[in-house]
Each structure stands twice: as structure tokens, then as C-alpha cells.
């Protein structure tokens, strides 16, 4: 379903007036009302009647993570507090918590955002929607439920954990969509096959699945268990929350991006430069409709490319792809470039393997050394009698060491584990261990 057809399908050409104008009236405000991108914009001698098309653009600063960190906690904002009807914020692992702020118009137009979003991966007014995203600070859990309301659906606010209450809702509720990290919509599955249960026997019909990267791989392993189409949603909440861009439910194939009110590039990491079409490169969002908080030109840190070409489903809004990476999980391992999804997807290409893993990175004499840790399915480990002397169990690592080695272009340590071993996510799933990082910091 097509909510804002005026705007799914309209031309490039309209949809590029349309962001020029809002690009010209953000700037304008920003100027006035952001001590910090005033002074950022006068030191690169520009002003905001200076750009004249998209393309001038790249002649405006970037704002980068550090930037909200250095004025936490209000210093970016663009109204005064009074104007402020909620707050959300970052958990502040790495430092102090990056903080973000809503006006109630932002808040109405993030609700309009995500009902179209939901719409475009196949919600329907009258659903029963399984919100099983955190509610808090992260943007995850309320910026689902309003935009579920908006579209005429019922909200099931579940919130992340308590894996065995999300099961017996889900069999008493009888929801159609369902909403979380694929790791923990992976975990409810299992959930329910410890419980005697069969996930592909549920009232669900569709997944609308982000806030970590996952692969091809992991999407075909959670469609298959749950009997589900998912689709793949993208935001953050420096830039809004949930529903900047989402799958569409026709092809599943690319995320279109809510170009009326986020500016989309795509920069070389190194040099900060543009990249062209279909390139993979580091995605950069500038807010085009943002009241409290709006970016310029920030440097997301997310892996992605961009794609112009028709879309089956008929909406002409711009696609990203889907994210490979985050340039902060990207492991230089001997001086190769290694990120958690491509090993997801060597793993997820042998059946004996469960969709459960964690990486460990160490430094062993002069060397970083990778370990990938991961599970046998429970099938496999029923029919194996003396893991890990069994021959069949020896096959399998041997396979799977070669398949790594083949696919990341270096050598990695292994070890299989029995079902259950790898700690499960409620949330985001934690993917790498550094122990460079806890030793420097010891």
C-alpha cells in the first residue's frame, strides 16, 4: 500500500524542488539558531543563500558523532527546551550518551514517517502489531508504536525480554507484524521450538527487522523458521529513529528512503568525497524536516550504497541498501578489512550451524588474532554422539574453517559449540569481543 502517493511517486525532478527548498530553510535555521553550525558554516565561508542546488551540498560541513558528544547535552539544539516534548539518547557505552529532542510537530511527523514506512513493508490499518524494540531512550520501541497508531493498526507494546512472556503473547494476541532486532526475533523462535511450539504455525505474517546489520543469509533463516516475509528497516536516532528508510514488501530489495525529509549521500570514509551511484561507501543524512534537532550532513557511520533504478513496487524514492557494516565494528585484522556480517554469512551456508555466533579479536605477540565462536543446530547435534571427536563433527569444522578462510581472505580461529552456548541478545546482539580494546583500556 501506497500512503503518500503525491510523494512515493513523484518525479525526481519534484522530489529534488521539494528537498532544495526544505535544504534552504534548514540551513537558514540552523544559522540563526546553532551557535555551533553558524560558526561551523562560517568557517567554511558559506552561507545558507549560497546553495543554489543539491549539488552545492558538498560544500557544507559535516557533523559527526563527536560534535553531540562535545555539546551534550543541549548545545545542538535549534529551539529552547520549552519547545521539547521528548528527549531520547544513546546509552553512552563509549562515552558521554549522544542526546536528541523532539517538538511535537517532530514527533507527529516521525509518527506519519513510520506509518508510511509501515505501509511500504506491508502493514495494514486494523493489524495487531508485536512491538518486541526497546522502549526507553532508544528510539526503537516508541518510534514504532506511534507510527503503528498513525497507520490505523493496534499496538502490542511488549518491549524487549522476557522471551517466554513475547511467546505467549504472540500465541494469545495473534499479531500479523512483528517488530525487533533479528537477533531477538531469531531468539523468540527458538523460544518457541524449547517450548514445544512451531514457528511457522503462528497468527505472523511479516517482520519488520532493524538496529543491527544482518545479512541476506540471516533474513532467509528467519523467513524460513517463522514462515514470514522480513523486511528490513533503517534509522538512527541522530537523525530521527526508526523509519528513515524500510523495505518494500514487492520486492524486498533496498530500503526506500523518506527523501521529503532526509537528504541521503553516500562519501568515501577515507576522504570525505561523494561517491558515485552503486558504490558502497559511508551513508551521510542531512534532516530536511527536523524542528529540535536538525543534522547537517551527518556522517552516520553505517556502510551503503545508493540506487536511482525503478522499483517494483512503484515508488520512485531513492533506495540504500542494505548495511554491511558500521565503520566502528569493521575489524583490520593483518591489514584486512573484516566485518561481522560476512562471516553471518559463511556461517548461515551450512545447515549443521545455528544462527547464533560471536566473534573474540586478540593480540598475540605481534599479531591480532580472530576466533569465530558459533553453535551446531540441535538436529545436528542429536545425531553427533561424541562432539568434537565425532568424524562428522571433524568434516564440519574442517568445511567451515576453509569457507571462512575463502570468504575473508585471511585465516581465523574456530570453535563449535553445542546448542545453547552463545549468549542471547534481548536486544541488539553483541557480535564482537575486543579484548584489544579492554586491555588498553586495563
Given at each position: 500500500m501506497i500512503l503518500d502517493p503525491e510523494i512515493e511517486t513523484a518525479s525526481r525532478e519534484d522530489l529534488q524542488r521539494l528537498q532544495l527548498s526544505r535544504l534552504r530553510t534548514t540551513l537558514e535555521r540552523v544559522y540563526e539558531s546553532v551557535p555551533f553550525y553558524r560558526e561551523s558554516l562560517d568557517e567554511a565561508r558559506i552561507k545558507p543563500t549560497d546553495i543554489h542546488s543539491l549539488q552545492d551540498i558538498v560544500r557544507l560541513p559535516f557533523t559527526q558523532k563527536s560534535d553531540l558528544r562535545d555539546h551534550?547535552?543541549?548545545?545542538?539544539?535549534?529551539?529552547?527546551?520549552?519547545?521539547?516534548?521528548?528527549?531520547?539518547?544513546?546509552?553512552?557505552?563509549?562515552?558521554?550518551?549522544?542526546?536528541?529532542?523532539?517538538?511535537?510537530?517532530?514527533?507527529?511527523?516521525?509518527a506519519h514517517i513510520v506509518a508510511r514506512a509501515l505501509a511500504c513493508a506491508g502493514a495494514k490499518a486494523g493489524d495487531r502489531f508485536h512491538n518486541a524494540y526497546g522502549y526507553g531512550l532508544f528510539t526503537g520501541g516508541l518510534g514504532l508504536h506511534y507510527g503503528i497508531e498513525e497507520l490505523g493498526a493496534a499496538v502490542i507494546p511488549v518491549s524487549g525480554g522476557n522471551t517466554a512472556r513475547q511467546v505467549r503473547l504472540i500465541e494469545d494476541f495473534r499479531p500479523r507484524g512483528i517488530s525487533g532486532t533479528p537477533s531477538y526475533v531469531l531468539n523468540i523462535a527458538e523460544e518457541m521450538e524449547a517450548l514445544g511450539l512451531d514457528p511457522r504455525q503462528t497468527s505472523l505474517e511479516y517482520g519488520i527487522l532493524g538496529a543491527e546489520p544482518w545479512s541476506e543469509a540471516l533474513r532467509a533463516e528467519i523467513q524460513s523458521t517463522l514462515d514470514i516475509k522480513a523486511m528490513d528497516i533503517y534509522g538512527l536516532s541522530e537523525v530521527m529513529g526508526p523509519g528513515v528508510a524500510i523495505e518494500c514488501?514487492?520486492?524486498?530489495?533496498?530500503?526506500?528512503?523518506?527523501?521529503?525529509?532526509?537528504?541521503?549521500?553516500?562519501?568515501?570514509?577515507?576522504?570525505?568525497?561523494p561517491v558515485p551511484f552503486g558504490e558502497s561507501g559511508e551513508l551521510v543524512f542531512t534532516?530536511?524536516?527536523?524542528?529540535?534537532?536538525p543534522v547537517i550532513r551527518y556522517r552516520t557511520g553505517d556502510i551503503a550504497s545508493?540506487?536511482?533504478?525503478?522499483?517494483?513496487?512503484?515508488?520512485?524514492?531513492?533506495?540504500?541498501?542494505?548495511?554491511?557494516g558500521r565503520l566502528d565494528d569493521m575489524l583490520i585484522i593483518r591489514g584486512v578489512n573484516v566485518f561481522p556480517t560476512e562471516i553471518e554469512y559463511v556461517l548461515l551456508q551450512f545447515d549443521e550451524i545455528a544462527p547464533h555466533y560471536q566473534v573474540t579479536v586478540d593480540h598475540v605477540g605481534s599479531l591480532d588474532?580472530?576466533?569465530?565462536?558459533?553453535?551446531v543446530s540441535p538436529e545436528f547435534h542429536r545425531d553427533t554422539s561424541t562432539i568434537p571427536s565425532d568424524p562428522r563433527f571433524m568434516s564440519l569444522h574442517h568445511r567451515l574453517l576453509h569457507s571462512l578462510k575463502s570468504e575473508l581472505g585471511i585465516s581465523v580461529g574456530l570453535k563449535i559449540h553445542r546448542p545453547g552456548t552463545i549468549a542471547r541478545s534481548e536486544g541488539k546482539a553483541i557480535r564482537i569481543v575486543d579484548n584489544r580494546v579492554e586491555s588498553e583500556i586495563r
Open positions: 551534550y547535552p543541549f548545545g545542538l539544539l535549534a529551539v529552547t527546551t520549552e519547545h521539547v516534548v521528548r528527549f531520547h539518547a544513546s546509552s553512552g557505552t563509549r562515552g558521554k550518551p549522544t542526546v536528541v529532542a523532539y517538538t511535537k510537530g517532530d514527533i507527529a511527523r516521525w514488501w514487492e520486492a524486498q530489495n533496498g530500503l526506500h528512503i523518506a527523501e521529503d525529509h532526509f537528504l541521503a549521500e553516500i562519501i568515501d570514509p577515507k576522504t570525505a568525497l534532516s530536511l524536516t527536523k524542528e529540535a534537532f545508493l540506487d536511482q533504478e525503478p522499483c517494483a513496487c512503484g515508488r520512485t524514492l531513492m533506495r540504500m541498501s542494505r548495511i554491511k588474532t580472530l576466533e569465530v565462536h558459533c553453535e
